[in-house]
């Protein structure tokens, strides 16, 4: 998941965060200042906490400033003093919100989350005294008016539509009572929303499970059990072992532990969260969004808070998402039953042969027994890949050495750089002359202060105007291992790192004359990324990376082959898993004003879709449940439909790499002047026919994931 892309003068309230009245002088306050290092590059050596909170005061009041005087500009206004004016303003607050957002992903604390706290409100107001200006709203309006005119191209002509868009949204066109609702309504959302963020991590530390003797970890490596001592020891239980969650409902140990009482203990754990009753209770914080999100979407005229975000996505309605997931949905639970029926058949066997009773498969056995019917199906399971798949290699000649092959792009590690953790790497990057193309944080280990999931974020974006150029950064939740052991990582990981660098490249390579069309719609996002997963196990890439951390040795052929070949493995449970998430965050913001669930008919709400909708199939639970589903109380609302929405168009468009050869520059360089540089300049499926020469299909993800089509 990336961060999604929003115009500079909607960034500050987009994000979310705060500080109460520190003391940091003026003076000193590296914010305030354009950071003096390499791209502007974050002097994370030299902020401190409580400098945010002064960054925001002076940043909001200069953005209001210099909007206030575009607004009353006695001029008539014209491309270059409204938009082009806009588009430059605002730049402190863009500086501080985007570093302090981003640290609150990576490594929050006590100190960033306060601010965040203290300001959500405050920003969201910032946002909406921009938005709801009315005088700037009729310069706008007179500028879209003459649209075809006014704009110095095409480009600017999509500017002027977004901001004009980017207003009427926000509530422009309403009367003066129903703009001071919609001020309420966002101030609490911005709380909300900063509260629920704070409870989902507050509570996956909390939901750590303690284990008292080794035994109970058999199947775990011995670098596995000591760093299970480890997080026990930092956690002061000296002597035991702590196992600490993730915030999927599936958590990556219950392939390798054993143990089936704590396999299920692990499960229970992880699928409480957020609705066990005490102060990290999500579920009144939901209820409420929820609320909120309805009427907001009554105030401005559409139907359900669904219809309002589907209108700018590439989907457009409600109906067509409705219509993909409804038709993968039968056909992906078909294929997890049949799934279903042939694990039953391996833990039978296996019970018989330890003269033990057997048992029915449960949602906390599914992994576990998954990975040894791979093992038996296809001779191979994941302890036997791992020795090949060391970080530092995946990442150095894996992806790098895939982006070098395609766009001709390289990267040197640097160290001179400051970093926020001792563990973050940094790289420059350098375009194909061997100028500086951008420069690439990766932060990729687990820790508590960091939200679950993978994610990209932009330090510093493209911008012409300003003269930048980007510092992005992947995040992911790699486990650490004990001091001194090797990073090995799962396949599941790889595809994630191939996965987010995607992003990152789409970052890396924007290239848009004003900042604003760096927008992507949230459903046409992950395609680039998703794409860029395919190398992973591309055999020229493979080559390079896939090398035993002690010897060196390439991974055998025999276990490639195996690989490939077990692609389709366990695709109805991952599809299904998947698809049931999507379609609870599609039906709760499918609902109107006055009909959302109370917080206490929240669950039954959740049990109630997913039954009626055919996908409860208590073996393969949600990916997410809603109580700790991070993204649709973020910036995914109604958009968790996205990833296989854009795999349609990925799976299209790796069909069209394959007929063209694969691995090689000419493709490169065909992606990147038509897709990956294009940011939000042109309209997404416009970008898309342009790439591959036809509009969507989805024949090839089904073929990909092995799923034959149903009628409805
Ligand atoms: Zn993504």
Redesign the pocket.
Known sequence: ??ARRFSPLLMATLLASGLACAQGSAVDNPLFTVSPLPLQYPPFDKVRDEHFAPALDKGMAEQLTEVQAIADNPAAPTFDNTIVALERSGRLLRRTTTLLYSLLGADANPARQQVQTDYAAKLAAQRDAVLLNPKLFARIEALYAQRDTAAPSAEGRRLIEFYRRDMVRAGARLNDEQKARMRAINAELATLGARFNRAVLAEVNDSAIVVDSAQELAGLSPAQIAAAADTARKRGLDGKYVIALLNTTIQPFETELQDRALRERLHRASVARGARGNEFDTRATISRIMTLRAERAALLGYATPADFVLEEETAKSADAVNALLRQLAPAAVASARQEAAELQKLIDADQAAKKQPSFALQAWDWSHYADKLRAAKYGFDESQLKPYLELTSVLEKGVFFAAHQLYGISFKRRTDLPVYRDDVRTYDVFDTDGKQLAIFIADLYARPSKRGGA?MNAYVSQNPLEGTQPVVANHLNIPKPPAGEPTLLTWDEVTTLF??FG?ALHGMFNKVPYPGLSRVPRDFV?YP?QVNEVWADTPAVLASYARHYKTGEPMPRELLDKVSRAKRFNQGYATLSYLSSAILDQRLHQLGAGKIPSADALMHFEARVLKEEGVDFAPVPPRYRTPYFNHIMGGYSAGYYAYIWSEVLDADTVEWLHANGGLKRANGDQLRARLLSRGGAEDAMVLFRNLVGHGPDIKPLLERRGLGIQKP
Request: net charge negative; no cysteine.
């Open positions: 998941m990336p994610w996965h987010e992003h992950e990324s």
